[in-house]
């Protein structure tokens, strides 16, 4: 298996290998859906009747326990992360993408148009992708220049940035909203992770970034 995503709130799994992309009911890990394609990345809404997939510069969306294919976007460059957006049920799906070519963008899968594109927003490939909860910011990570950065994406602008150095960070990373979705126990303050990075309120967001040496990743929150 080369990658997985749990829907938040329903009974659906979607699991990729080399050559195919399952879907599964968790319940009862029965197959609901089968596709003879390869994929490098997922991403799966909450509710789990969407998910999209990347494979080099190509992303697909799906939809259905069956995987029914809906709509295909070509890339610039390699995708290297993904994330969607807004992840509740009953919301337009917008999808946040990093690539090889440094460059954040901002997808609407209805349409298949690119809204917004941040070009430059690190020395090397995006590493990994969060947009907080309130949908106005995201937060991105390059494992190239080490360095955690805070866009608004309204006028692309960097709001924040603060240099890792932590060597587990580039073994793997994860960035998530909710600390219990690495734990999977609510949280109890940041006294429980490793390291606090940073805490701080910018533009009337609290954000709190810490990182787990246990889970190899930097934990983001906003939601505390």
């Known amino acids: 298996m080369t990658g997985m995503a749990l829907a938040a ?12 992309i399952l879907s599964w009911r968790a319940s009862d890990c029965h197959v609901t859906g089968h596709q003879q394609q390869r994929a490098q990345l997922v991403a799966l ?17 799906w939809t259905g326990a069956d995987l029914q294919p809906l709509k295909t976007i070509s890339h610039n460059e390699d995708v290297t ?8 049920a009953g919301q337009l799906l917008f999808i946040v993408t990093g690539s090889r070519d440094r460059a954040i963008r901002l997808w609407d899968l209805a349409t298949g148009e690119c809204l917004t594109t941040i070009d430059d927003a690190h ?3 995006i590493s990994a992708l969060c947009v907080l909860s309130q949908g106005r910011h995201v937060i991105s990570y390059s494992a190239h220049d080490q360095h955690v950065k805070v866009w608004e994406l309204d006028n692309k602008e960097c709001v924040l940035q603060h240099h890792v150095t932590e060597p587990c ?10 600390w219990s979705h690495v734990t ?3 949280s109890q303050g940041l006294t429980q992770w490793d390291d606090l990075l940073l805490a701080t309120e910018i533009q009337n967001l609290k ?18």
């Open 207 to 224: 954000l709190q970034i810490g990182l787990s040496e246990q889970c190899c990743c930097i934990l983001v929150s906003d939601e505390l």
């Open 169 to 178: 960070v580039h073994t793997l990373f994860k960035v998530v909203s909710d």
């Open 45 to 61: 809404t909450s509710d789990g009747v969407h998910a999209v997939t990347a494979v080099n510069s190509e992303l697909t969306l």
């Open 81 to 88: 992360c993904l994330t969607m957006w807004p992840r509740s």
């Open 9 to 20: 709130e329903g009974d659906q799994i979607v699991t990729l290998s080399e050559h195919e």
């Open 184 to 186: 999977g126990r609510e």
């Open 123 to 125: 020395q090397g490939p």
